[in-house]
């Protein structure tokens, strides 16, 4: 049986990305957790940045390398809050980096797995590939693969 796409994206550039997130955050109803997947500078950070500001977060968002795990507020004047959008149940935003890990150990040291599938959060882990050990049984996959310039094709799996 092979992998069903259940969404595909071609972006221009970043500002599509962003855009294309922030729409879909819309979509959300609480406790997934994004699996973001592609290499440096595909547009993983890109697209959390989006995510963030569709579920109406003000903060800036910046990859949590160093500290692996940043939580950002959703403010209950937020659209998703207002229950305009999706998931009125969404208070957090837990954003995991991966990228200096080698497996998944790591992350249940900070507590990041009390946020998997926690229906008051999305989870959003960069680099998730490499911690694949500590998936959650229900993920949402989103690959993103650079093409010609700026474009990026993104896909939700």
Same mark, same amino acid.
């Given at each position: ?19 294309? $997130?922030?729409?879909? !955050?819309?979509? %959300?109803? #609480? &406790? +997934?957790? @994004?699996?973001? /997947? =592609? ?54 935003? $837990?954003?995991?980096? !991966?990228?200096? %890990?080698? #497996? &998944? +150990?790591? @992350?249940?040291? /900070? =507590? ?46």
């Amino acid at each position: 049986m092979g992998i069903s796409v259940i969404m595909k994206f071609i972006s221009k550039n970043e500002k599509d990305t962003f855009n294309f $997130a922030k729409k879909f !955050a819309g979509q %959300l109803q #609480g &406790g +997934e957790v @994004l699996c973001l /997947i =592609g290499d440096l500078g595909a547009g993983k950070t890109a697209f959390t940045k989006g995510l963030a500001a569709g579920l109406g977060i003000k903060n800036t968002i910046t990859s949590p390398t160093f500290v692996l795990m940043k939580n950002y507020k959703v403010t209950s004047s937020s659209p998703l809050r207002k229950g305009r959008l999706g998931g009125v149940n969404i208070k957090h935003l $837990a954003h995991i980096d !991966a990228y200096r %890990l080698s #497996g &998944g +150990e790591h @992350l249940f040291g /900070i =507590g990041a797995e009390d946020y998997f599938n926690h229906p008051e959060c999305v989870t959003v882990i960069e680099w998730a590939d490499r911690v694949k050990d500590i998936w959650p049984e229900k993920v949402i996959k989103i690959e993103f693969k650079i093409g010609k310039g700026d474009k990026r094709e993104i896909k939700i799996i």
